[in-house]
């Protein structure tokens, strides 16, 4: 049972978190074969400032491993 937590900028518009939690799980299912109904996420929106993220990690942009904006 995977447990997902996604952190994202109140900034997106209703129904965006959801879009994103949906997308997450179809990934997991399709890649590495999360059950059906095997969906346990927390989704929580936060105003900009209270995200702290680098410019980039490892090597990469941040801007293509977070969802800020």
Not at 25 to 50: C, G, L, W
């Amino acid at each position: 049972m995977p447990f997902v937590r996604i952190d994202l900028s109140n900034k997106h518009p209703e129904g965006y978190a959801q879009k994103v939690g949906d997308t997450v799980y179809e990934a997991m299912r399709a890649h590495i074969n999360v059950p059906v109904d095997d969906k346990f996420q927390v989704i929580t929106k936060h105003d900009s400032r209270e995200l702290i993220i680098p410019k980039s990690y490892l090597g990469n942009l941040c801007k293509t491993l977070a969802i800020s904006d």
